[in-house]
């Protein structure tokens, strides 16, 4: 029997005005067949599909490099992994090793931080939503504590007059940077002076150590200028506490928001054209602190709480195609197993997804979606692809950021999370969920553990 | 059903409907498909003939093909009369 | 004509002469009539029905590139290919949305060997239309009075800063009058679907519209200017007559603006004359217009004047135009066989 050729589904498709054409589009199409040296078909075999893949040597390298960027501009530079971006204790090892302190918004990861056996001192205490217990805990610890409302600080002033410690404080300033939407919700404003007053009143108190001033202006943030603005704000406000009470604070925390290469919703170029480098926000951040008017005697240090921008590209999310379909109005519709459950970013994001297996030039429009059995789950509405069969493999890239957190146990179950070291071997670091995961939570009462049908 | 007899295939998958004027463009398989049917083949023969030429199962060409058969419906490049 | 003229390969987009039309026919007409040098011209299209396509006294060769929207990496992609074939040596992008990626590649395509002559980045984000009316400030040049906003809430009292009726325009594209509350949110909504966000509110000048196109050398000299004013304007609101005119006033807001904005490459103004006479600058477009065979109809060449920038060869400047010539656009029906389509539409090259 002669040898038979690779087979590619039959396609026809209808030659109009204003549609993308194959051969403008075919190196959109490069197949991902391996991962940091592993061939994806391997790596869901032995884990299971969909799996998320994380390179350690990408978030080292990312990481490397970002402080690179600030080093080189500023002198003194300090990193908090923000925990919401991904707080996996493997992830937030590799940052804590490679020296970054944490960053956390709520008691569940104030306590994972200390679990991992970040000192209390190197933590950034964020975020609008602090118990009493969370603050005393803090203050023993001797963390940094980011105050975001008055509440908070009369709270926190009560709990110095009790229990006669003194908490290490900064106050969190929203301000206008020029960009929107302007996030007033978080901290005290600038421009109507709310920030100024509160700290008069720490200082005033006596009760607290000022040693810090932060603001975190935005999320997926493509305007360098803006932070440089904000930069610029902060220094002014250093610059009056030095004036009034010859006060220096340590510390200038410019919080994160930087974009990483993903492509927003909308957006008419790719995320790889248009987002910024980490070298451009380092530039404008470096640059409008330097040449502020804040003279202290010893510069403070710069905080960084990039998240997203160090790690998005450093992990994928490989999936499996369960079906394919046609809509009632003939457009094609491919359902994946991977969906918004687990691939949570799919709201704001057009992600770059690719196949896994060798293609050929051809591609169709389809709409992918997830396995939930729910009309909210689209992954794209819709998308040039090539051809894909049932059981082929495909990859989602930039995926990093925010879906280890934000994904949703939602009709399904969470599946694996693979690390590759950087010589190549495998790690799981957060097993599949099973249904004991769920059911070891609930608690049935007596009088319904039984039914007859 | 058949191709209607009007409809020009050309080698490299370019198909132009002279009636509506479209026009348009099939993969290598896809264009043998066409070509079979152009030759009488029935739906099992074209299953077989797929099997024959690619890697590829029974019953996913059978529902490859079925697909491909209800497209061309869609862009009415088949035809009834002759059944 | 002069013997011995060197030969150069100049790749040009923009071949959609359609009735919103794109310059790059136009353009290849000024270089086709370049005294200074012969050339063989690439034609780089988005589309199989771009008219560019199909004029084979023009254009030698035609090659199907990425949308914009697939990325720089796509579009190196193709260019390399194109590039092994062509050895071109100048490339001439003709859309606004297309020269983010052009400008970006500017580098990677002068070691490829491919010369462009681009603005730079700076300038092209200062002419975007919600940074235009600070460029102006900036420059003590007259752009209409302009807000930024990003919700409907904003424009409220949107009558206390700007009189009836007022412009609404999109980001990118699209404008339209407003004479009422209602009509800005019904434009709002329309443009913002369209085109996302911001939306400018933009104060209306009555008047009548003029354009220049001309060409700056990146160190704040002009190189040519011709004014236009548009005759016959199509509902599009696209020119379909024009005619040059001696209007030193204009000519002299031109030199302004490329030696306050040190423009590199070729540029469109469209200028708007108040009844006071004063010119209010409305927009700027950061490439030639398609009108700008007229330019090179009245002596001054700049689509060969750009192949020369490009190349780093010298560009005297342009003194003279001849006044009152016009164009007058006209549509005409090419007889082209359906292979032709078929092999641009199968094969991506014609």
């Known amino acids: 029997m002669p040898t038979r050729k690779i087979y590619e589904r039959p396609v026809i498709k209808k030659l109009e005005g204003n549609m993308p054409n194959k051969f403008g589009m075919r190196s959109a199409h490069e197949p991902t067949q391996s991962i940091e040296g592993h061939a994806v078909k391997d790596l869901i075999n032995e884990f299971g599909s969909p799996l998320f893949v994380i390179s350690e040597k990408k978030l080292r390298k990312n990481y490397r490099n970002a402080r690179q960027a600030f080093q080189t501009r500023y002198p003194k530079v300090q990193f908090a992994w923000s925990y919401k971006t991904n707080y996996l204790d493997a992830v937030c090892n590799i940052y804590h090793q490679e020296g970054s302190w944490a960053e956390v918004v709520s008691g569940f990861e104030y306590d994972k931080a200390i679990r991992n056996g970040v000192p209390g001192s190197k933590i950034i205490f964020n975020g609008p939503d602090k118990t009493d217990s969370d603050l005393r805990k803090a203050i023993t610890n001797n963390s940094l504590i980011h105050i975001d409302h008055l509440d908070e600080l009369y709270m926190l002033q009560d709990i110095a007059r009790e229990s006669k410690m003194r908490p290490r404080v900064a106050i969190r300033v929203n301000m206008d940077t020029g960009v929107y939407p302007m996030w007033d919700r978080f901290g005290f404003n600038y421009e109507n002076g709310q920030a100024w007053d509160a700290l008069n009143k720490i200082m005033f108190s006596g009760l607290m150590d000022l040693v810090g001033l932060h603001t975190h202006i935005g999320t997926f943030m493509l305007s360098p200028n803006a932070y440089a603005v904000a930069a610029s704000k902060l220094a002014h406000l250093a610059q009056s506490l030095l004036n009034k009470y010859n006060h220096e604070i340590k510390y200038i925390d410019i919080g994160g928001g930087f974009a990483s290469k993903n492509t927003l919703k909308g957006s008419y170029l790719p995320g790889s054209d248009v987002s910024p480098s980490i070298h451009d926000f380092a530039e404008a951040i470096a640059s409008a602190l330097m040449n502020s008017d804040y003279r202290p005697k010893t510069p403070p240090v710069l905080v960084i709480e990039s998240g997203r921008a160090l790690i998005d590209d450093a992990a994928w999310l490989l999936g499996t195609v369960l079906a394919n379909k046609r809509l009632s109005d003939g457009r094609r519709a491919t359902i994946l197993d991977i969906g918004v459950n687990t691939l949570f970013t799919a709201f704001w994001y057009d992600h770059l997804i690719t196949p896994a297996q060798p293609i050929t030039s051809y591609t169709e429009d389809t709409a992918l979606y997830g396995p939930l059995c729910m009309n909210i789950d689209v992954v794209r509405e819709n998308v040039n692809l090539p051809l894909l069969n049932r059981g082929d493999h495909v990859v989602v890239h930039h995926v990093g950021a925010y879906n280890m957190t934000q994904w949703l146990q939602f009709i399904t179950l969470r599946p694996n999370v693979l690390l590759i070291d950087e010589e190549g071997g495998k790690h799981l670091i957060r097993r599949a969920e099973s249904l004991d995961t769920i059911t070891s939570q609930e608690i049935m009462p007596a009088h319904l553990a039984h039914f007859d049908l | ?83 | 004509m002069t013997k011995n003229r060197p030969k150069l390969t100049i790749g040009v987009t923009g071949l959609n002469a359609i009735d919103s039309p794109g310059p790059g026919v136009a353009v290849i007409r000024g270089l086709r009539e370049a005294e200074s040098f012969d050339c063989r011209i690439i034609g780089l299209s988005y589309e199989s029905l771009e008219p560019g396509i199909y004029m084979h006294h023009l254009v030698d060769k035609t090659y199907q590139i990425p949308y914009p929207s697939a990325g720089t990496e796509a579009l190196m992609q193709r260019l390399q290919y194109i590039q092994q074939k062509e050895k071109m040596d100048v490339i001439i992008p003709n859309f606004d949305a297309e020269l983010f990626s052009f400008m970006r590649l500017s580098g990677t395509l002068r070691s490829m060997g491919i010369n462009t002559f681009l603005p730079e980045n700076e300038q092209f984000e200062a002419r975007q239309k919600v940074n235009l009316y600070n460029f102006g400030k900036e420059h003590g040049i007259s752009v209409p009075p302009a807000k930024v906003i990003y919700t409907l809430g904003e424009a409220q009292n949107i009558d206390k800063d700007f009189d009836w009726p007022l412009v609404v325009k999109g980001k990118y594209y699209d404008a339209s009058l407003a004479y009422n509350p209602e009509q800005v949110r019904s434009a709002f909504n329309k443009i913002s679907a369209k085109w996302g966000l911001p939306i400018i509110i933009q104060k209306f000048i009555h008047g009548s519209e003029y354009n220049v196109t001309g060409l700056g050398d990146g160190q704040g000299n002009t190189l040519a200017a011709v004014p236009m004013r548009k005759q016959y304007i199509t509902d599009k609101g696209k020119a379909w007559g024009g005619i040059s005119i001696a209007d030193e006033k204009a000519i002299e807001l031109t030199r302004h603006f490329v030696k306050a904005s040190r423009w590199r490459g070729p540029f469109e103004l469209e200028l708007m004359m108040d009844k006071e006479g004063q010119y209010h600058l409305l927009e700027i477009n950061p490439r030639m217009p398609a009108w700008i065979y007229l330019a090179v109809g009245v002596g001054q060449n700049i689509p060969e004047a750009v192949a020369r920038l490009a190349m780093g060869w010298p560009v005297k400047p342009f003194e003279h135009y001849e006044v009152g010539k016009m164009f007058v656009r006209y549509s005409w029906d090419m007889i082209v066989d359906i292979s032709e389509f078929e092999t641009i539409s199968t094969q991506g090259e014609l």
Do not use: W
């Open chain 2, 1 to 83: 059903m058949k191709i209607k007899s009007n409809i020009a295939i050309s080698d490299n998958g370019f198909v132009f409907n002279p009636v509506t004027g479209e026009s348009f463009t099939a993969n290598p398989t896809g264009l043998e498909i066409m070509n079979q049917m152009r030759r009488g083949a029935s739906a099992p023969q074209i299953v077989e003939t797929l099997c024959n030429m690619f890697q590829v199962e029974p019953t996913q060409a059978e529902r490859d093909l079925q697909d491909f058969i209800e497209m061309m419906r869609q862009y009415h490049l088949l035809t009834y009369d002759e059944e």
